[in-house]
């Protein structure tokens, strides 16, 4: 289920994804935009200069009850630490301090349901849900460190209960609503969780889902947990624990709206969020306090353009992917930001739903993701074009590399042919973006992240860690720590030195498992992953969790998953599967097929589900033993067959590719 063909695969999706760079457009900044940017050309200059000091002013935008002695210390590299000896509370930061200003009235959250029921939460009411939430967890017998699951949809207690964990210093792992009961059980194992914060259900497609009831299966098997809070949001019945279920109305709401806060150290971890890694198991990114904050604040007002007492900002991503942790949570709350947050699908009840609320919010800033902006393309500009989107002045983009057209199209018609488009660059574990254009500043291409923002060190290099030159492609690296950079793998050191540091060790550099390269000006192109993780409308899924899912599976004996390109999602998983001999005479039956990949959903969640399933009587393999994936992808998108003289056994291509393996 591994493959030792790294370096070809690499070079193999750089020719597959170069027409993305015939682009030529260019779209400099308007005169207007510029002359009120928050960024200058200025910022490039000033973090070259002196990158550290750069970032000790950009922690300056935080409120220190103990200031740092020392920006960095990286003298325990890979582990760094910054801000060193500083003292802070992210909550007080991200919401008392702005009540204090005079900004207890302002709203952080303008909040949407999916049946269409609203709320309205100023800063004022921000902080006392918070400590009430806050005191309620210190009932519970929550201590500073312990680990707290949140497993919600996008709903206020969400944003709520991470910042009530932030406050008391506890470490929340969000589990994204969407996954299995396997899932959440797997990362409540991990993290050895205390308590799990969900709720009863959740809107989906104008439909209330069950969500408590994955709790209750995945605590079958997890010692760690003595409670569980659940939000009433969709009034379903639900099983019930005594001694262990609560309900967040009951404990919650009768608690006192006064909290008093204390300070933590800038090191402090503040979360684990779960990522794909090339092998099965996910991997507990550790993400801590000082640093975290101080550049998701950073990238929120310079990528974005924030002025917190004139701008709507609208992050559309959900609270479970670190989009939602940085850009919905952490970077606005901490500027200040009044923000709307949106429970459900984009076309429940009508598939305007997004721009009736840009129009009726007044929405000026929108960031989404390719994914999601190639849906709207295929539902039509004339649905955007029925709504009054003229408050919108930016546009944002994250997830994966975005087609050029996409890209137009998200300008011209949601953008009105005139707001900036940023192209953002950043991961799981960067914690904050890290590429992007400037707006005001930097004259954009369509489909690429054009540069590394103001503060942050990358570079393009070959297999050896040479840098290459404009018009070279290779491996994206990041050459000098950045504060918001995760601090570790969760229970696995020797893990996080070997899939980020030990790549191009000799030069410290940290491998981002992405390619890139440089067009001929010097604008920086990703090109997707070059390791086995594949990317589905922006969710990571690595190609060994499928098949370890599909393997567990009576019926089959072996699999082998890649990403195929797909104009939809990005990528799409499609899974090559050996059946177990008892199960040859179904072969290629499509009720096997169905099964195989409602168990892929059961196990992982229903966004790992291959979208085709074929069933082969042999994989490639090289003579080690590893599946060439890279031939796989070559069938799974209908390409004539690149290298097979690494094979162990070449006519087995033959057997796959000559329909033996029927589609289903
Ligand atoms: C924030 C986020 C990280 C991976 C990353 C890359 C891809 C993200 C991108 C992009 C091209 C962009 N990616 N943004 N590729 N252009 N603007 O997505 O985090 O879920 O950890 O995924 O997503 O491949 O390595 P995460």
Not at 93 to 111: F, K, L, M, P, Q
Request: proline residues 5%.
């Amino acid at each position: 289920m591994t493959n030792d063909t790294g370096h070809s695969e690499a070079e193999h999706d750089a020719v597959t994804l170069d027409n993305l760079l015939r682009e030529s457009r260019e779209f400099p900044p308007s005169e207007r935009f510029a002359s009120q940017a928050n960024a200058t050309p200025d910022l490039y200059r000033v973090a070259d200069r002196d990158r550290l000091a750069f970032w000790a002013d950009q922690a300056d935008r935080l409120r220190w009850e103990t200031r740092w002695d020392e920006v960095l210390d990286w003298s325990d590299a890979p582990f760094a630490r910054w801000f060193v000896g500083g003292r802070l509370n992210v909550a007080v930061n991200c919401v008392d301090r702005h009540v204090e200003a005079g900004h207890g009235d302002r709203v952080a959250i303008h909040w949407e349901g999916e049946p269409g029921d609203t709320r309205t939460i100023t800063y004022a009411d921000l902080r006392a849900e918070v400590s009430r939430a806050a005191n309620a967890l210190t009932e519970l017998g929550l201590r500073a460190g312990d680990r707290v699951a949140v497993y919600l949809p996008m709903i206020p207690e969400a944003v709520v209960a991470l910042l009530a964990c932030a406050r008391l210093g506890l470490t929340h792992s969000v589990v994204f609503g969407g996954f299995s009961a396997e899932a959440l059980r797997a990362r409540i194992q991990d993290a050895e969780a205390k308590l799990v914060i969900t709720s009863d259900g959740q809107y989906r497609r104008g439909k209330a889902l069950p969500l408590k009831s994955n709790v209750d299966l995945a605590l079958r098997d997890a010692p760690s947990v003595r409670h569980v809070l659940v939000v009433n949001r969709t009034g379903a019945d639900v099983e019930w624990t005594a001694d262990r279920d609560l309900w967040w109305h009951e404990t919650v709401d009768r608690q006192s709206p006064e909290h008093t806060p204390e300070d933590f150290d800038s090191e402090h971890p503040l979360f684990i969020l779960y990522t794909s890694g090339t092998t099965g198991k996910p991997k507990g990114i550790l993400h801590t306090s000082g640093g975290y904050l101080t550049q998701a604040a950073y990238t929120h007002h310079a990528v974005f353009d924030l002025k917190p007492e004139t701008d709507v900002y609208w992050c559309a991503a959900d609270i479970g992917w670190v989009t939602g942790h940085s850009y919905i949570v952490y970077g606005p709350l901490a500027n200040g930001a009044t923000s709307v947050m949106y429970e459900g699908t984009p076309n429940t009840p009508h598939e305007g739903r997004w721009w009736e609320i840009v129009q009726r919010y007044r929405v000026s800033i929108l960031y989404t993701a390719p994914t999601t902006i190639r849906m709207f393309m295929k539902w039509g500009s004339d649905i955007p074009a029925n709504y009054d989107l003229s408050s919108l002045r930016l546009l944002g983009s994250v997830g994966e590399p975005i087609n050029p057209e996409a890209w137009i199209w998200y300008r011209q018609h949601i953008g009105g042919g005139a707001t900036p488009v940023v192209d953002t660059w950043w991961q799981t574990e960067t914690g904050a973006i890290m590429i992007s254009p400037l707006p005001g500043v930097t004259a954009t291409k369509p489909g690429s992240a054009m540069r590394t923002l103001p503060g942050i060190s990358a570079e393009i290099v070959d297999e050896t860690g040479e840098p290459v030159g404009p018009g070279g492609g290779g491996y994206l690296v990041l050459t000098e720590p950045w504060p918001a950079m995760l601090r570790g793998i969760w229970g696995d050191d020797e893990r996080f030195r070997d899939t980020y540091w030990s790549r191009f060790a000799d030069r410290g550099y940290y491998f981002a498992g992405d390619g890139a390269k440089y067009d001929e000006d010097g604008a920086l192109w990703l090109l997707g992953r070059v390791d086995d993780v594949m990317n589905v409308s922006g969710h990571r899924i690595s190609t060994t969790e499928v098949e370890s899912a599909l393997v567990s599976h009576a019926a089959v004996a072996e699999a082998a998953v890649v990403g195929a390109s797909d104009p939809a999602t990005g990528q799409g998983i499609v899974a090559f599967v050996i059946l177990r001999g008892d199960a040859t005479e179904h072969a290629g039956g499509d009720e096997l097929v169905a099964e195989l990949r409602q168990h892929v959903a059961t196990v992982i969640g229903p966004i790992a589900k291959p979208r085709q399933i074929m069933v082969v009587p042999e994989l490639p393999k090289t003579r080690s033993g590893k599946i060439m994936r890279r031939l796989l992808r070559d069938v799974a998108e209908k390409r004539e067959l690149g290298d097979v003289t690494t094979l162990q056994d070449s006519s087995v291509m033959e057997l796959i590719s000559s329909g033996l393996g029927k589609p289903a």
